[in-house]
């Protein structure tokens, strides 16, 4: 069974930083693409950053580039995004989502990790 | 970056009656278009892909339909763990992937 499990997230003052983990469990975690979404308070979704299964290519959304860094340990079978320079506008709950090569969409999600950036 | 326009909003259902969701693209994305379904308190959870295709364990009374810049998602008859927030993704231009605003199912 598929399992992807957040970690990490909690309450952070505005410029701080915080580094996210997903555990992932079930599937030959190197084998696979993965992504974090994340969703604001009562908001839809948003596509933050993704990694290939090698991690030798990244992508990241424009509101967050330069100041978010997505890895992976495919050793440990690990995601983790660290979020720098974090502000209000990056409160939400972030999910990690495994990318299913053959149509490029997200087919398991984690429970998601909510980050809480408040004075 | 590719526009996803989810109507309307908010729509009221009666348990057992048909429910029509839409999605439009800002720009053509062939049939590479996903579905989502997220509960309160959940993650989203995959229901269509190839703008028709249904992922494994979905019921069949949802169904997808549509190319190029229309979409549509019909849930034939709801049921009460139907009611939930749907949104529309494209995979057809990456990065970035981007999702529709959501439509809320709610009960009527």
């Known amino acids: 069974e598929v399992q992807l499990l957040e970690s990490g997230g909690g309450l952070i003052q505005p410029g701080g930083s915080l580094r996210l983990s997903c555990a992932a469990s079930?599937?030959?975690?190197?084998?696979?693409?993965m992504n974090w979404v994340r969703q604001a308070p009562g908001k839809g979704l948003e596509w933050v950053s993704g990694i290939s299964g090698s991690g030798g290519s990244t992508y990241y959304a424009d509101s967050v580039k330069g100041r978010f860094t997505i890895s992976r340990d495919n050793s440990e079978s690990t995601l983790y995004m660290q979020m720098n320079s974090l502000g209000a506008e990056d409160t939400a709950v972030y999910y990690c989502?495994?990318?299913?090569?053959?149509?490029?969409?997200?087919?398991?999600w984690g429970q998601g990790a909510l980050v809480t950036v408040s004075s | 970056e590719i526009v996803m326009t989810q109507s309307p909003a908010t729509l009221s259902v009666s348990p057992g009656d048909r429910a029509t969701l839409s999605c439009r693209a800002s720009q053509s994305v062939s049939n590479s278009l996903a579905w989502y379904q997220q509960k309160v308190g959940q993650a989203p959870r995959l229901l269509i892909y190839?703008?028709?295709t249904r992922a494994t364990g979905i019921p069949a009374r949802f169904s997808g339909s549509g190319s190029g810049t229309e979409f549509t998602l019909t849930i034939s008859s709801l049921q009460s763990e139907d009611f939930a927030v749907y949104y529309c993704?494209?995979?057809?231009?990456?990065?970035?992937?981007?999702f529709g605003q959501g439509t809320k199912v709610e009960i009527k």
């Open positions: 989502a495994r990318r299913w090569d053959a149509y490029s969409t997200f087919d398991y």
């Open positions: 079930g599937f030959t975690f190197s084998t696979y693409a």
């Open positions: 190839g703008a028709s």
């Open positions: 993704q494209q995979y057809h231009n990456w990065p970035p992937w981007t």
